[in-house]
């Protein structure tokens, strides 16, 4: 008997669709005021991330693996490690992605999924001990 395996978002959405988002995420990042201290963190040219972003989440969504083959085991939060980042950095990333994934023509669903999936891997990435906000300790 033959299995049927369940489709992936990788599958609903495809790599092309996949390769704007994360363009049009970058893009928001290079050019919107809110995220100026996102942007500075990042390197100057930023066609290498884009590239690795596209990879990262083809294989995250279901779709070819040429990140784990090129980078080995993603560490994601590791790989973070050198970046302070806290809870305006995180929302200065989600903004962007927000931006980009509202833009992307797909079933809401698939949006949706996607968006709460990215938004929990976003504040899992924070690694910036917060000082209370003044006034407030
Ligand atoms: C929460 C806020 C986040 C900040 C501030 C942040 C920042 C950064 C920075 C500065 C880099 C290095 C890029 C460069 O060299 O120019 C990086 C790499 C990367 N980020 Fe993020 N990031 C965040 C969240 C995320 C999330 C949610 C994902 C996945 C959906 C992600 C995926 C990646 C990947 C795949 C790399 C490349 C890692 C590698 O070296 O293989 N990041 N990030």
Redesign the pocket.
């Known amino acids: 008997m033959s299995e049927i395996q369940p489709r992936t978002a990788y599958d609903l959405l495809g790599g092309p669709a996949i390769d704007k988002l994360v363009d049009d995420f970058y893009d928001r990042m290079e050019t919107l005021p809110e995220a100026r201290e ?1 942007r500075a ?3 100057p040219d ?1 066609a ?2 884009r590239r ?2 596209k990879l ?2 083809y294989e ?1 969504l279901g779709g070819p693996k040429g ?1 784990s083959t090129e ?1 080995g085991h ?1 560490m ?1 939060r590791a ?2 490690l050198p ?1 302070s ?1 806290g809870i305006a ?2 929302d ?3 903004l962007c992605m927000n931006g980009a994934l509202d833009a992307m023509a797909c079933e809401p669903e698939v949006r949706e999924h996607i968006r709460t999936a ?1 938004a929990n ?3 899992w ?2 690694n910036k001990p917060e000082e209370p906000a003044p006034g407030q300790g």
Do not use: K
């Open positions: 996102l963190i990042h390197s930023l290498p991330i690795i972003l990262y989440l995250w990140f980078r993603p994601l790989r973070h970046f980042i950095e995180r200065q990333w989600m990215v891997l976003a504040d990435m924070r």
